[in-house]
């Protein structure tokens, strides 16, 4: 016949106040507060006054029940708040302190918290009633051995289930354990793909970019050393691109960098243009996404075609969603595909937008005839 509100903190139960109607799912619903876990043990009073109101009828069908029940409920509510405050009051006294205790010692101490509760309340509450021969049942030997009873046999299933309840906080804390080191190795994995990607793709493009520098030192100076003013610009936006918080600004940087070293590579065979809302600059992406389907445009449309041709880089917000578009007028889905090309740069990228947005992400790739458009649709991040 009494409430109990332990001192078990948030760290342990996830937010919740250690209330034992906390055991049931639906209570679990309400945010802890001080006003709730009141009214949660008045619900905890009430259903231990319908419970030996009952008994007591059984017993004793002489009494009325209204005469009954008011006992019942001033008793067991002098109980059941004289034990809440009390664990409150350790609960301000100690804090989390207690946690740190082997799970015995506290099983004790919730122990005598409720039975002294139980004794205290039992005598506030025969004191309210005016009810002397309770105070002297109390005192007797029968009265106290019959109260103490009752107190440890309601402390045990009390502490039984907060030790259930522990168990089930620690196996949540745990399987939250595993699932942050799960997904930590999985953004590792996929960093690591993604520098081997840059692996592969940047030896090829600095030995390039430097045979063409040699080839202009003699002939054409100026433009050899513009060459290299541009691959240091680009190598130095490569060396943060890998950043997993990339954005789309950062990406079009790095991407500009890019295409002027290849435009003074291949001359007036090769136009690019960018066009992006500064509203999407700011919005996150994953590093690598554009770079290489602009690689792909250039080196499979665009360096084949004799007259060579340009390629656009356009993006734009529909509603929760962000299409990226790669578009060159170069030679075609069919003859990249009779070149011998294995699409093993597209299929890569299709897997990791695959695997990063378990989904919510697309890649389509359409003939415009002539030339390409490979166009990424991804969630986009809020404005």
């Given at each position: 016949m009494h409430a109990l509100s332990s001192p078990s903190g948030q760290s342990r139960t996830?937010?919740?106040s250690g209330h034992p109607l906390e055991a049931i799912a639906f209570f679990r619903r309400f945010p802890a507060s001080t006003l709730r876990d009141l009214v949660?043990?008045?619900?905890?009073?009430?259903?231990?006054v319908i419970v030996f109101t009952v008994l007591s009828l059984l017993l004793d069908d002489k009494t009325p029940l209204l005469h009954t029940l008011w006992i019942n409920f001033v008793i067991a509510n002098c109980i059941g708040f004289t034990i809440h405050f009390a664990f409150r009051t350790g609960k301000v006294l100690w804090g989390d302190a207690l946690h740190k205790l082997p799970f015995a010692?506290?099983?004790?101490?919730y122990a005598g918290i409720s039975v002294m509760g139980v004794f205290a309340g039992y005598w506030v509450g025969f004191t309210l009633l005016d009810l002397?021969?309770?105070k002297r049942w109390m005192l007797s030997t029968q009265g106290s051995i019959s109260i103490l009873l009752f107190s440890l046999i309601i402390s045990l299933f009390i502490a039984s289930m907060f030790y259930a309840?522990?168990?089930q906080a620690t196996a949540e804390a745990d399987f939250q354990r595993e699932r942050a080191r799960t997904e930590a190795a999985e953004r590792h994995a996929k960093v690591a793909q993604?520098?081997?990607l840059e692996a592969q793709v940047e030896p090829h493009f600095l030995y390039n970019t430097l045979a063409n520098v040699i080839s202009l030192i003699d002939s054409q100076p100026g433009t050899a050393k513009h060459m290299v003013e541009r691959l240091i610009d680009y190598l130095r936006r490569a060396a943060v691109a890998g950043d997993v918080e990339a954005t789309l600004g950062t990406q079009l940087a790095l991407l500009r960098a890019y295409l002027d070293l290849i435009v003074l590579r291949m001359g007036s065979r090769l136009t690019y243009h960018i066009d992006v809302p500064d509203a999407l600059m700011t919005q996150a992406l994953p590093p690598m996404l554009l770079q290489p389907l602009v690689e792909n445009a250039i080196k499979h449309g665009l360096e084949p075609k004799v007259e060579g041709g340009g390629v656009v880089v356009s993006a734009r917000r529909e509603g929760d969603r962000l299409l990226l578009r790669v578009s060159d007028d170069g030679l075609g889905v069919r003859s990249t595909r009779s070149s011998g090309s294995t699409g093993l740069g597209l299929a890569n990228l299709r897997d990791r937008l695959s695997s990063m947005y378990a989904g919510r992400a697309r890649m389509t790739l359409e003939d415009l005839a002539p030339g390409t458009r490979v166009t990424l649709e991804l969630p986009a991040t809020p404005a």
């Open positions: 996830g937010g919740r949660y043990t008045l619900i905890w009073n009430t259903g231990f010692v506290r099983a004790l101490y002397g021969g309770g309840r522990e168990r993604l520098k081997l």
